[in-house]
């Protein structure tokens, strides 16, 4: 590894993961809620898609700095 290499950004990986975590939970809500509080469910649904949104950044910005480093 070169002096400029940064090593993977673990923190950026465990929003990630944190994300996809609370993600499975607020699908799971919105299933068991589906058919008596759709309002609820629908709630869940759209937190899920901002949580998953939020986990595709965290992952793609680790991504792109793997990405830099590999061309320094």
């Known amino acids: 590894?070169?002096?400029?290499n940064q090593p993977i950004d673990v923190n950026q990986l465990n929003q990630a993961?944190?994300?996809v975590t609370l993600t499975q939970t607020l699908l799971s809500q919105a299933i068991e809620k589906s058919?008596?509080?759709?309002t609820l469910a629908e709630e869940a649904?759209?937190?899920?898609?901002?949580?998953i949104a939020q986990?595709?950044?965290a992952v793609s910005?680790?991504?792109s700095a793997i990405t830099v480093q590999k061309s320094e």
């Open 1 to 4: 590894m070169s002096p400029n």
């Open 17 to 19: 993961k944190a994300n």
């Open 35 to 38: 058919a008596s509080d759709p």
């Open 45 to 51: 649904i759209k937190q899920a898609s901002n949580e």
């Open 55 to 57: 986990a595709q950044t």
């Open 61 to 63: 910005q680790v991504q």
